[in-house]
């Protein structure tokens, strides 16, 4: 397995962050290698169970993850995300800051699945440099909310 954590402050009150976040297809706007994000179910409200299409470039190559939002708290978000090669578990954490922002915190844990486990070790330098990303990416976004 190999995780990846990023803390992140922003002006922004928690409540519209996690609203915002809560909407993975949103991940098209933040996430640097998400190439698309498209809801896979009936598309009602966003909660629990909810899915997602969401096509990445990962180490120079397409693939595809469907992402279930698998936990929604007042301050916490949980999604899973599954293809043949891989399990993708993002959790973010929202806590209102003092100063009426929020400090979002992004972890993410990858399970690779038959020879690509393999590989794990040699892809953390991929997965950290997408971390950096996010870290530079995701601010801007929810401060635009």
């Not at 809801?39 to 470039?57: C, L």
């Not at 009426?100 to 993410?108: A, D, F, K, L, W």
Request: with cysteine; net charge negative; charged share 30%.
């Amino acid at each position: 397995m190999v995780s990846v954590e990023r803390v992140m402050s922003v002006s922004t009150p928690a409540e519209t962050v996690l609203g915002y976040l809560a909407d993975f297809g949103h991940a098209e706007v933040w996430d640097p290698g998400t190439r698309s994000c498209t809801r896979a179910d009936d598309g009602g409200p966003v909660d629990v169970g909810s899915t997602w299409r969401n096509i990445s470039v990962f180490n120079g190559r397409e693939t595809e993850l469907t992402y279930r939002l698998v936990t929604r708290t007042s301050n916490r978000l949980t999604f899973v995300g599954e293809n043949s090669t891989v399990t993708a578990t993002d959790e973010i954490h929202v806590e209102k800051s003092d100063d009426g922002g929020s400090t979002v915190t992004y972890h993410t844990d990858l399970r690779f699945k038959g020879l690509v486990k393999l590989a794990a070790p040699f892809l953390r330098r991929e997965i950290e440099r997408l971390g950096d990303e996010l870290e530079r990416t995701l601010p801007p976004v929810l401060e635009r909310l």
